[in-house]
């Protein structure tokens, strides 16, 4: 079992910028891949920005150039961060957190499969 542990997140002006934080522990030997998703009100859970275990990155097309996803692997923690540059009143959601199985790099992830963060909410104004 893998625990994760969300930070950052907040309220930020069109155009600014904000860096989310995931802390991994447990079972991190178990992890093909990390990732953030997002969910909007009315609207379904979706990739944001992924990353595997060796490095490779996928990004939603609406945040490629804007947003970064990046790793750092301690002895028991994977420490997972999400750069958001120039951001868009459309970004706003609930960013989650998760970890676990490769089908989270592809965008295919399920709420029943891997962990999932709490969740941290992001608001952009216009």
């Known amino acids: 079992q893998v625990q994760l542990v969300e930070s950052g997140g907040g309220l930020v002006q069109a155009g600014g910028s904000l860096r989310l934080s995931c802390a991994a522990s447990?079972?991190?030997?178990?992890?093909?891949?990390m990732g953030w998703y997002r969910q909007a009100p009315g609207k379904q859970r979706a990739l944001v920005a992924a990353?595997?275990?060796?490095?490779?990155?996928?990004?939603a097309d609406s945040v490629k150039g804007r947003f970064t996803i990046s790793r750092d692997n301690a002895k028991n923690t994977v420490y997972l961060y999400l750069q958001m540059n120039s951001l868009k009143p459309e970004d706003t959601a609930v960013y989650y957190c998760t970890a676990g199985p490769i089908t989270i790099f592809y965008g295919h992830a399920a709420p029943q499969e891997g962990s999932w963060g709490r969740g941290t909410q992001v608001t952009v104004s216009s």
């Open positions: 990353v595997t275990a060796g490095g490779r990155t996928n990004y």
């Open positions: 447990g079972s991190i030997f178990s992890i093909l891949a």
